[in-house]
């Protein structure tokens, strides 16, 4: 009866058992990837540091609040409704500007960040491309192997026909000339 109550609180599903290696595979990948975001940070120019620090704050709800109270304040004392502040800028042509220029230095900063977040993520686009091909390239060679391994033991299969086109390498270039051609 307990093992039951105890079965209904995990549900009714039990995590997979993690085949042996696989996590001390995965904390090396992990642990080298830190490392190299830690080197990519490392070598940051200042000003991509600055541009960094600026779009992260930029990005908080902080940062809404702070404009709430500096923009609403300015509004409110010039508009004549704090005592003992006299307006500084009745017609608004300095907050005006003061936004203005925050928006194009705010803008600047952020892509600034964003052109650095998509070097990035060109580099990590290229690894998966590279890897994606050498796996292709690798279960090709499998593909052929394993062919080879059933024509020596005489076992026909009903796809057979598909494996000759298997054992082929593919050409990335013609994948990508006929991506290119279907969307024109």
Same mark, same amino acid.
């Given at each position: 009866?307990?093992?039951?109550?105890?079965?209904?609180?995990?549900?009714?599903?039990?995590?997979?058992?993690?085949?042996?290696?696989?996590?001390?595979?995965?904390?090396?990948?992990i642990r080298m990837l830190?490392?190299?975001?830690?080197?990519?940070?490392?070598?940051?120019?200042?000003?991509?540091?600055?541009?960094?620090?600026?779009?992260?704050?930029?990005?908080?709800?902080?940062?809404?609040?702070?404009?709430?109270?500096?923009?609403?304040?300015?509004?409110?004392?010039?508009?004549?409704?704090?005592?003992?502040?006299?307006?500084?800028?009745?017609?608004?042509?300095?907050?005006?500007?003061?936004?203005?220029?925050?928006?194009?230095?705010?803008?600047?900063?952020?892509?600034?960040?964003?052109?650095?977040?998509?070097?990035?993520?060109?580099?990590?686009?290229? %690894?998966?491309? +590279?890897?994606?091909?050498? &796996? !292709?390239? =690798?279960?090709? @060679?499998?593909?052929?192997?394993?062919?080879?391994?059933?024509?020596? %033991?005489?076992? +026909?299969?009903?796809?057979? &026909? !598909?494996? =000759?086109?298997? @054992?082929?390498?593919?050409?990335p270039e013609a994948v990508?000339?006929?991506?290119?051609?279907?969307?024109?």
């Open positions: 009866m307990a093992e039951q109550a105890a079965r209904s609180k995990a549900g009714p599903t039990t995590p997979s058992p993690k085949p042996p290696g696989l996590a001390s595979v995965l904390a090396r990948n830190q490392k190299r975001r830690a080197r990519e940070e490392a070598t940051a120019t200042l000003e991509e540091r600055i541009a960094d620090a600026i779009t992260r704050f930029s990005g908080t709800m902080k940062f809404v609040y702070l404009h709430a109270v500096v923009y609403g304040f300015w509004i409110i004392a010039n508009l004549d409704l704090v005592p003992g502040v006299p307006k500084f800028d009745p017609s608004f042509v300095i907050l005006a500007m003061v936004a203005s220029v925050e928006a194009i230095f705010l803008s600047t900063f952020i892509l600034i960040t964003q052109n650095r977040m998509s070097a990035a993520a060109d580099k990590r686009a290229e %690894l998966d491309l +590279q890897i994606s091909l050498l &796996a !292709e390239h =690798e279960v090709t @060679k499998l593909a052929a192997l394993l062919s080879a391994i059933a024509d020596r %033991l005489g076992v +026909q299969t009903e796809v057979d &026909a !598909e494996v =000759e086109e298997l @054992k082929e390498d593919v050409a990508l000339d006929e991506i290119e051609e279907r969307r024109q």
